[in-house]
């Protein structure tokens, strides 16, 4: 029982902080998007390519926080997948400005 209830303490629902961190993140999704230009090269896909790999990306973090709820992952996971989400985003939003 207390065990379940330790469980229970560190899932507790999170406030919205607003963006309080901004300079912060904002530095995680530069460094992220370096990351995939990196890995993959500067990318040239249709808006419905982008949208399939953003999706993706959301999956990863749907899974990620199961597995931080259910399983006793790592917030960071969290904070990554995130991350990369957001990155593919504004690279999305970027294109349309």
Same mark, same amino acid.
């Given at each position: 029982?207390?065990?379940?209830?330790?469980?229970?303490a560190?899932h507790?629902?999170?406030?919205?902080?607003c963006?309080?961190?901004?300079d912060?993140l904002?530095?995680?999704? %530069?460094?992220?998007?370096c &990351?995939?230009?990196?890995?993959w090269?500067i990318q040239t896909?249709? $808006?419905? #390519?982008?949208?399939?790999?953003?999706?993706?990306e959301l999956g990863?973090?749907?899974?990620?926080?199961?597995e931080?709820?259910y399983r006793?992952?790592? %917030?960071?996971?969290?904070? &990554?997948e995130?991350i990369?989400?957001?990155?593919?985003?504004?690279? $999305?939003? #970027?294109m349309?400005l």
């Open positions: 029982c207390q065990e379940k209830l330790k469980h229970m560190k507790t629902i999170q406030k919205d902080k963006l309080t961190r901004i912060d904002i530095t995680m999704v %530069k460094a992220e998007s &990351n995939q230009i990196n890995k090269g896909h249709s $808006i419905f #390519e982008w949208l399939t790999y953003t999706t993706e990863e973090l749907a899974n990620a926080i199961s931080f709820h006793n992952g790592k %917030k960071e996971n969290i904070v &990554n995130a990369q989400t957001a990155t593919l985003s504004l690279k $999305i939003a #970027e349309y």
